[in-house]
Structure formats: C-alpha cells, structure tokens
C-alpha cells in the first residue's frame, strides 16, 4: 500500500483531533482564517523550522495546508527531503470553506488580501505600466512581455517567483515572536 501524499478535506476533519495541522500561507493570509488549531509556519520559514517539525511528527501526523494546495504540496516535498513524512489538504482552505467547514479568524486580526490576489495585482499592474509606459517608450513593452512570460512559467512549473518576492513584504512576514512561540509549541 501507498503512503498517501494528500488528504480530501472530509478526511481531514474526520481526523482533525489527531493531526497536527501546519498552515504555510503568509501571516496576513493566516489571520484572515485557518484550519482550527493550525500552527503558521510561511513556507519561505520551513528549513528553519525543520527541527520543530521533526520533533511535531514524531508525536503525530502532519497535515500541511495553504489556500489551493499549491504551497502546501511543495513544502511536503521540502519536507520530505528533511525526513518528515507529511500530507497536503487536497483543495486547501478554499476548498474546506467551500465545503462549509469552519476556520479560526483571531479577534482583532488585520485581514491582508490573499497572496493569488496579491499577484494579480503586481502582475496586472507591471502589464498595464509596461504597456502605458510602451506609448512614449517603446523598450517599456519589454516589462509587460517579461511578466507575461513569467506568468506562462508560473503555469507549467505551478510556482511563482512574484509570489515569494510579494511574502518578504512587511505585511506578508511573521512577527518574530509569533514564529519562534510556533516553533516552540511545535517542539513541544
């Protein structure tokens, strides 16, 4: 028998008692909803968190989540190359609302626009700047067709270089002491 890499969100909240839930999204995007008792560890931190989570699975199984699944399936990879064993919410949180199941908002938390729509943002406005620009400047085009092509390789690798760039922004990071209380709790 296979060891499963992912689970649908009804196993998941058959078993969300039992697993140790790990949510890979940006802090913005955490707060503004999670899988209840989900520890926030941005995929851009997973090396560094790598001893907590070792010590986490060790204890249980991991389930790793982001918004569409996307994030939360590279880092099981990442994961699997440091020896953990972890699955990924098939459809991630979008799909376990849509299914009508709760998330946790903090009270009082600032709500930050999803990272896909962070995108859309820079990229649409990189595109539409190049192409304005491109009027008076005809080089400008060039930063329009380089987006373009970016998104094109976003598509066929399923990553995105925008999106980790957008995650060092100041709204995006974790607050030092909300990471290393993460870490502490995982190492538990």
């Keep these: 028998m296979t060891t499963p890499t992912a689970i649908d969100a009804g196993q998941a909240v058959s078993r969300l008692h039992e697993l140790i839930v790990i949510d890979v999204r940006t802090p913005g995007e955490y ?9 926030n560890i941005p995929l851009d931190h997973l090396d560094d968190a790598l001893p907590a989570i070792k010590a986490a699975a060790s204890r249980g199984d991991l389930l ?38 709760d998330l946790h908002r903090p009270r009082g938390a600032r709500t930050v ?32 067709a380089g987006i373009a092509g970016g998104l094109v390789f976003s598509a066929l690798t399923d990553t995105c270089g925008m999106a980790r760039i957008l995650a060092k922004l100041p709204h995006n990071r974790p607050k030092a002491g909300d990471l290393k209380a993460t870490l502490t709790a995982l190492a538990g």
């Design 64 to 101: 790793v989540v982001c918004a569409s699944g996307a994030r939360s399936g590279q880092a099981c990879a990442t994961l699997a190359q440091g020896g953990v064993r972890a699955v990924t919410l098939t459809g991630g949180t979008d799909t376990w609302t849509r299914l009508g199941h």
């Design 113 to 144: 626009w999803g990272m896909e729509r962070q995108v859309r943002l820079a990229a649409g406005s990189l595109v539409l700047a190049g192409l304005v620009l491109g009027q008076h400047r005809p080089r400008a085009r060039l930063l329009s």
């Design 31 to 39: 707060a503004t909803g999670h899988l209840p008792g989900a520890h």
